[in-house]
């Protein structure tokens, strides 16, 4: 298990180039150009944000969890963390993190996994499953590069708290985050990012109660 390395960012809020609020529950789309940071800032505190990224000129080109842990062989990412596709090279390199731990195991809530892990009542809730595909549906970015529900691979949940137990099981816990904590990375190529500010209300991973998010993007000569 890797230790947190928390590190603060020495960006300048008035220099951001992209601002924006995520509501809770909702799924927000962009592309960071390479030499660009992004950060994302967990408002309120212990909210899960499953986040995908792809290459944003080949969406074949996409982030995958299994290169990225057998890279740097911890489970975790955290600062200094390289966020690898599935072609072996980094898309993205976390600079700065004020939480200290985010998980790429847990996977992305559905209609499905909600029914078989809750009860069959809850296949109608909102998921980001849900999101991802709505995004997919409408977002101009995504058609471009002519996405489908076939491009969704593994993704990150930033901010949120799962344990591995000594039996190799995941554990969906409360969260280590707090107002106010953001991880930050620099895109290493141009990258479409695809977020889902998680739904979820049948386990802690939101504390049962989804809260918006913050984006922000700074150009290279800000940084």
Known sequence: MNQPKLIES?????????????????????????????????????????????NAHNALE??????TIRAQNKLYLTTDSKLRSNFGKVMLTIVADTCGRHDT??????????????ALEKYPMHSCRDNFLHALAHDSACHQLNMSKRDLPSNINFFMNVPVTEEGRLEFVDGISAPGKYVEMRAEMDVLVL???????????????????????WDQRSN
């Open 10 to 54: 020495q960006l300048d809020l008035c220099h951001a180039v992209i601002d924006e609020i995520c509501a809770a529950g909702e799924p927000w789309v962009k592309v960071v150009k390479q030499g660009q940071t992004f950060r994302i800032v967990d408002l309120e505190g212990n909210q899960a944000v499953d986040t995908l990224f792809f």
């Open 62 to 67: 996409r982030y995958s969890a299994t290169d």
């Open 105 to 118: 195991l847990g996977g992305a809530c559905a209609a499905e996994s909600n029914t078989v892990r809750y």
């Open 195 to 217: 977020i889902s500010n998680c739904p979820q209300l049948n386990n802690p991973c939101n504390a049962y109660n989804p809260t918006p998010i913050q984006l922000l993007v």
